[in-house]
């Protein structure tokens, strides 16, 4: 191969690089401002209901959100929420390299916050899944649970790579982790651009709450990203020029698609509740 040839070669494989590497940052960017309206609504809608004292209005988006008498139960979904809030928070903030890399001390604690935040979220989220129920059947019910069972083992692996000084590893399962976290988010996201795609409910019936799409998204919301993620790896690591603008190329869609679902769900879904 002469020194030309290779020379192209190599400005080619960089410049694919970099499109991959680019196109990530963006999906980032996208995620991390959906995640902060996601987290502003949460906070200005439940806490601000708190405030006013008017608990029963947790119910009108969260069913058995507030039951009366059932102080326990009250007291568990008002921590969920909170912690949700934070979980929001701070997971973007610990993907952010800037952070790592200048001000170590607050990617270490916040890293603490965020994975003792999502490993309780997720436990009281079983818990009140399994003393009060949610919306949806069987089947909507055990992708809740696969993804608050996938958030404590993921939560686990980050902290033992952590632990270990193995920082590439330990990257790789903080990003499998904040997926995981954000399936509730996702789920949301999602859920919005289908209906708008199919101008209403489609797949499934608004008054159960109950059908295939829905069955299919409470699985997908986690772990189709996780897929995703998979095989950006696979492509990062393995693949040359063109398995990384295909990706690329993949990454924008999704990205593009992502913000839309975005756009619906803070106009129609959050924001117009408060």
């Given amino acids: 191969m002469s020194a030309h040839v290779w020379t192209a070669k190599h400005q080619s494989n960089s410049s694919a690089q970099a499109a991959l590497k680019v196109t990530a940052q963006w999906w980032f960017v996208v995620a991390f401002a959906g995640q902060l309206l996601f987290a502003y609504y949460v906070l200005a809608y439940y806490g601000g209901a708190a405030i006013a004292g008017n608990w029963e ?34 997971g973007p903030l610990q993907l952010i390299p800037q952070f790592r890399t200048h001000a170590p001390v607050f990617h270490r604690w916040n890293g603490r916050i965020y994975l003792t935040t999502a490993v309780v979220t997720s436990i009281a989220g079983l818990a009140m899944l399994f ?39 330990h990257r790789r399962w903080a990003l499998r982790l904040f997926l995981v976290v954000s399936g509730v988010w996702f789920y949301r996201v999602g859920l919005m651009l289908w209906l708008v795609a199919n101008n209403g409910p489609a797949g499934f019936d608004p008054v159960t709450f109950q059908g295939p799409f829905l069955n299919f998204i409470s699985f997908a919301n986690y772990l189709l990203p996780l897929v995703v993620l998979e095989i950006y790896f696979y492509t990062k690591d393995k693949t040359l020029a063109r398995g990384h603008i295909a990706m690329a190329a993949a990454l924008l869609m999704l990205t593009l698609a992502m913000a839309a679902g975005i756009l619906f769900a803070t106009r129609l879904m959050w924001f117009s509740r408060l």
Wanted: charged content about 10%.
């Fill in 131 to 169: 003393h009060r129920g949610s919306v949806g059947g069987a089947i909507q019910h055990v992708g809740i649970a696969l993804n608050a069972v996938l958030v404590i083992i993921f939560a686990a692996m980050a902290l033992r790579y952590a632990l270990a000084r193995d920082f590439v590893t």
């Fill in 57 to 90: 209005k947790w119910n009108q988006v969260f069913k058995h959100g507030y039951v009366a008498g059932d102080a326990a139960g009250n007291i568990a979904v008002g921590v969920h929420l909170f912690l949700a809030f934070m979980v929001t928070i701070c």
